[in-house]
């Protein structure tokens, strides 16, 4: 049969704007969720953790925001820019584990 | 500092030959992880070590792949006889703190 290859959620925003990447999760055993930034043609790199116990946490110019009411997770980018431009994957640890366990991933494209 | 180093960047090879992926984790970390990235099933984990002993390697397709880590700075993946099916990127990873993993630029392989 014909492949099918995975089609990733985008999102497109202007220079200047607020961005906001959302993210569903399965296990309710998971402590840490974490976002991932993969620029074309290079590894993921890690933006910011959260931890189950937490419903927010700021870092630079990025929040991470956690629901675990409906299992949702999010990641907010401010004043988005150019070099933004990428995908973002959310992951989670299950406990006890170093697994990090992948989501599909969501495409950032930032116009000028 | 010097990241993740993989070797080699591109590979392409005939089906049934015998590659072999190279990884320097970050000096001080002390687990290892080994990933695939395709556009069908997006970014997953083949195998993973911890002080150099692999913890695990559900992940690992089929007895064609396997992976060794003799000493903390240096992990291969083998694959052996290659198909097409296994074109993919691979990355490896290396951490110290479990949900931030700091991935290699990753080896784009091409099995013909």
């Known amino acids: 049969g014909e492949s099918v290859g995975l089609h990733l959620p985008t999102l497109s925003v202007q220079e200047g704007d607020n961005s906001i990447i959302n993210c569903a999760y399965s296990?309710?055993?998971?402590?840490?969720f974490i976002w991932y930034k993969q620029e074309s043609g290079k590894g993921p790199q890690f933006i910011i953790d959260i931890r189950s116990n937490m419903d927010k946490r700021q870092g630079q110019r990025v929040t991470v925001l956690l629901n675990k009411t409906v299992k949702h997770l999010s990641l907010q980018i401010a004043a988005t820019q150019p070099g933004d431009s990428a995908v973002y994957f959310c992951?989670?640890?299950?406990?006890?584990?170093?697994?990090?366990?992948f989501g599909k991933g969501t495409k950032l494209t930032v116009n000028p | 500092d010097a990241g993740v180093i993989q070797s080699p960047r591109h590979e392409v090879t005939e089906m049934g030959q015998e590659v072999t992926l190279r990884c320097k984790p970050i000096s001080g970390h002390n687990s290892l992880f080994w990933y695939r990235q395709t556009m069908m099933r997006g970014l997953e984990l083949l195998i993973y070590?911890?002080?150099?002993?692999?913890?695990?390697d559900s992940g690992m397709p089929e007895d064609r792949f396997s992976a060794k880590m003799p000493n903390a700075s240096f992990s291969t993946l083998k694959i052996q006889p290659s198909e097409p099916r296994d074109s993919a990127v691979y990355f490896c990873?290396?951490?110290?703190?479990?949900?931030?993993?700091?991935f290699g630029p990753g080896t784009r392989l091409t099995v013909t």
């Open positions: 992951a989670e640890v299950r406990g006890g584990s170093e697994k990090l366990v």
């Open positions: 990873a290396s951490s110290i703190r479990r949900q931030e993993q700091y």
């Open positions: 296990n309710s055993a998971s402590d840490y």
């Open positions: 070590f911890n002080n150099n002993v692999p913890i695990d």
